[in-house]
């Protein structure tokens, strides 16, 4: 069993940055490809971005591209996402996913999620 727990969302303001992290128990995430969702109040929950178990893909929503950057470290067992330029439309709470690749990750067929961490986002 894999436990994923999210952690560096906090209040910010507009233009400012934040990485959040995502750190696995139980068992390694070498083997499972990885990505974030967000879902702000009253909305779905969307795909921000994914990135492959060896770290060579990446994918980003087009809300994000260009500002947000998706990494890991599989010796850390970790997953990060940078996120800069950040904007009032970011706010949400944001969840660590994994998924046996980056298409289930993109199309939201998750096998592990974190239970969230927040950001804001102030203008």
């Known amino acids: 069993q894999v436990q994923l727990v999210e952690s560096g969302g906090g209040l910010v303001q507009t233009g400012g940055s934040l990485r959040l992290s995502c750190a696995a128990s139980?068992?390694?995430?070498?083997?499972?490809?990885m990505g974030w969702f967000r879902q702000a109040l009253g909305k779905e929950r969307e795909f921000v971005s994914a990135?492959?178990?060896?770290?060579?893909?990446?994918y980003f929503a087009d809300s994000v591209k260009g500002r947000f950057t998706i990494s890991r470290d599989n010796a850390k067992n970790t997953v990060y996402l940078q996120m800069n330029s950040l904007k009032p439309e970011d706010t949400a709470v944001y969840y660590c996913?994994?998924?046996?690749?980056?298409?289930?990750?993109?199309?939201?067929?998750?096998?592990?999620w974190g239970q969230g961490t927040r950001v804001t986002v102030s203008s």
């Open positions: 990135i492959s178990w060896s770290g060579g893909s990446t």
């Open positions: 996913a994994a998924a046996p690749n980056t298409a289930a990750v993109r199309a939201g067929t998750i096998v592990y």
């Open positions: 139980g068992r390694t995430l070498s083997h499972y490809a």
